[in-house]
């Protein structure tokens, strides 16, 4: 049973940072790729960032310098470091990986940016 667990969101200042963290397990982590959604009230769900099991990135450009993925497999977890907190970051933050063709999904971690 594939089991992706965020935490580390809340609330924090506009400039301020937050590092976002996705425990996992039911999967071959090593050789998962990983990403970081979003979904703000209204919007749909849009990519932020994704991480290849090799380690390549990419970003969404609107937080492309401002935000960093990275894994940790002997964790099994994958991290998002947000700096530079903006209004507009304010969204649900969902882990997520592929696994067979199927996309899994965590809860959700809720980011506040206040201005």
């Known amino acids: 049973q594939v089991q992706l667990v965020e935490s580390g969101g809340g609330l924090v200042q506009a400039g301020g940072s937050l590092r976002l963290s996705c425990a996992t397990s039911?999967?071959?982590?090593?050789?998962?790729?990983m990403g970081w959604y979003r979904q703000a009230p209204g919007k749909q769900r849009e990519l932020v960032a994704r991480?290849?099991?090799?380690?390549?990135?990419n970003y969404a450009d609107s937080v492309k310098g401002r935000f960093t993925i990275s894994r940790e497999n002997a964790k099994n977890t994958v991290y998002l470091q947000m700096n530079s907190l903006k209004p507009e970051d304010t969204a649900v933050y969902y882990c997520?990986?592929?696994?067979?063709?199927?996309?899994?999904w965590g809860q959700g971690t809720q980011v506040t940016v206040s201005s």
């Open positions: 997520w990986t592929l696994r067979r063709g199927n996309d899994y």
């Open positions: 039911g999967i071959i982590f090593a050789i998962s790729t």
């Open positions: 991480i290849s099991s090799g380690g390549n990135t």
